[in-house]
T-cell receptor, first 115, second 116 residues
Framework: GESVGLHLPTLSVQEGDNSIINCAYS??????FIWYKQESGKGPQFIID?????DKRQGQRVTVLLNKTVKHLSLQIAATQPGDSAVYFC??????????????FGAGTRLAVHP | EPEVTQTPSHQVTQMGQEVILRCVPI?????FYWYRQILGQKVEFLVS????????KSEIFDDQFSVERPDGSNFTLKIRSTKLEDSAMYFC??????????????FGPGTRLLVL
């Protein structure tokens, strides 16, 4: 497969460690946030989401934290596994005219998990 | 589990040629989107589509681009006269209810377009 995000910041962790990936968003109108995982040559895959009226949400091995005061989002992955190696994008949902929505993606972080 | 599908997976074309990228959104979804990702860059919104019309488009989505829902299952992106800078990965996405709702968009695997 091809590489995506050749110039992305990279987080390198050992298998079994916890990973924290951070994201800053810009739009105060954003009301919903999603973390996507993108493996090489594939489309973004939904991991977890959080609405703006929450500050924390937990899934299986993943936790998302939202700090609206500083417009910051983080994704925590517990007991990181080699299969978690991918590029991770945060996306903010922005309401637009007519009641529709669009996603604005962050720049992405490459997670490299070493055995 | 239902998923968004896209064809072709790869498309190579000459500059100035027309290309049509095809997507089959998840069957009960009503909102459809196209995004693109230039190699090494982030995913960028192109256009959203609902009820057979464009609901929002970005500045990237100029007159060379068009979208269509030709039948009950397909959603297409046409680029009329491709330019070198159109080379990118193009992703289709769909969501069940997009209006006024905070809702996940599900992405297809993408079409890699290379313009020579």
């Amino acid at each position: 497969g091809e590489s995506v995000g050749l110039h992305l910041p990279t987080l390198s962790v050992q298998e079994g460690d916890n990973s924290i990936i951070n994201c800053a968003y810009s739009n105060s109108a954003s009301d919903y946030f999603i973390w996507y995982k993108q493996e090489s040559g594939k489309g973004p895959q939904f991991i977890i989401d959080i609405r703006s009226n929450m500050d924390k949400r937990q899934g299986q091995r993943v936790t998302v934290l939202l700090n609206k005061t500083v417009k910051h989002l983080s994704l925590q992955i517990a007991a990181t596994q080699p299969g978690d190696s991918a590029v991770y994008f945060c996306a903010e949902n922005i309401p637009i005219s007519g009641g529709y929505n669009k996603l604005i993606f962050g720049a992405g972080t490459r997670l490299a998990v070493h055995p | 589990e239902p998923e968004v599908t896209q064809t072709p997976s790869h498309q190579v074309t000459q500059m100035g040629q027309e290309v049509i990228l095809r997507c089959v959104p998840i069957s009960n979804h009503l909102y459809f989107y196209w995004y693109r990702q230039i190699l090494g860059q982030k995913v960028e919104f192109l256009v959203s589509f609902y009820n057979n019309e464009i609901s929002e488009k970005s500045e990237i989505f100029d007159d060379q681009f068009s979208v269509e829902r030709p039948d009950g299952s397909n959603f297409t992106l046409k680029i009329r006269s491709t330019k070198l800078e159109d080379s990118a990965m193009y992703f289709c996405a769909s969501s069940e209810l997009g209006t006024g709702r905070q809702e996940t968009q599900y992405f297809g695997p993408g079409t890699r377009l290379l313009v020579l």
